[in-house]
């Protein structure tokens, strides 16, 4: 994945309400299939959180996984925090090292 390890504090309920707002305009998600997330899943969602900071994860009916678990994996693997799970669709927010846009 990227860079060096960055301690990211925990968003206030604030800071979480900003970013839903924000997340309710993004149509656009990494969609998660049957299988667990991969190696190539994985840096594609890396990827995008450096890229956008703010993504939304859904799965798929055919995901094994809750979306709690997913959450939870990507949030260690990655270093991103959960903004928001509704239904099947995990909201996601990680700040860009390189080019910051979006403050919480």
């Known amino acids: 994945m990227s ?4 301690f990211t504090p925990a968003l206030t309920p604030k800071q ?3 970013l839903k707002g924000l997340a309710n305009g993004i149509s ?4 998660l299939g ?10 594609t ?4 959180l450096e890229a956008k900071e703010l993504i939304k994860v859904g ?10 678990e997913v959450a939870a994996l990507l949030e260690a693997k990655l270093r ?14 990680r700040r860009s090292q390189k080019n910051p846009r979006i403050e919480p």
């Open 3 to 6: 860079g060096p390890t960055v």
């Open 16 to 18: 979480k309400a900003k």
């Open 28 to 31: 656009q998600r990494y969609l």
């Open 34 to 43: 049957k299988s667990e997330p991969d190696e190539g899943f994985l840096v």
């Open 45 to 48: 969602v890396d990827k995008a």
């Open 59 to 68: 799965l798929l009916q055919s995901c094994l996984s809750t979306p709690k």
């Open 80 to 93: 991103c925090q959960t903004v928001q799970i509704i239904g099947r669709v995990v909201v996601l927010y």
